[in-house]
């Protein structure tokens, strides 16, 4: 699924996109250098009109621009891995862009029933899938996008029960 395509179910968002996600450990191309950076340095770039950031946050003040509420959840193990500390770091630029960003650490999600991939889910019309493999690379397909009634109905509770129990950013600390 092209890049275009998720920019698309995002723009036809009417009311909200949920974002979850679940694993303690990404190694997509776009942040490898960023990442490398942190890593090295400890500094993490939170300028949202860099050239790493400007594309997201011009994106998300659109959506959010239309009145759409878009919220990220992220289930974490405790302690945190390296790069759970790198995403915290930046989810500054993206509470300023306008998303809304809790934290949900794993041992108080243990009831919960959750799918089994990271997911957007856009109104009550789509989930996308996020596919990795174990390292957290992309894996492929990268996305699936699926429309049944149910299956939306089922990951939207899921995305709640998340939400519900989770830390907002700016009270999770790492």
Do not use: C
């Not at 790493?52 to 003040?61: D, T």
Request: proline share 5%.
């Amino acid at each position: 699924m092209p890049q275009n395509d998720f920019i698309d179910l995002l723009a036809r968002a009417r009311h909200s996109a949920m974002h979850l996600e679940m694993r303690d450990v990404y190694d997509v191309g776009d942040e490898t250098a960023d990442y490398e950076h942190w890593r090295r340095t400890g500094e993490r770039d939170t300028d949202p009109e860099s050239a790493y950031w400007a594309p997201w946050v011009r994106l998300i003040g659109a959506t959010t621009g239309r009145g759409v509420t878009v919220r990220r959840a992220r289930v974490v193990s405790e302690p945190v891995s390296d790069y759970i500390r790198y995403e915290h770091a930046g989810a500054s630029v993206n509470v300023a862009a306008g998303e809304l960003v809790r934290w949900l650490p794993r041992g108080r999600a243990s009831d919960l029933l959750l799918p089994g991939n990271d997911l957007w889910v856009f109104d009550e019309s789509a989930v996308l899938f996020n596919h990795f493999d174990g390292e957290g690379n992309w894996a492929t397909p990268k996305w699936e996008v699926r429309r049944e009634t149910g299956l939306i109905a089922r990951v939207r509770a899921a995305f709640e029960a998340v939400w519900e129990r989770a830390v907002p950013h700016e009270r999770y600390e790492v």
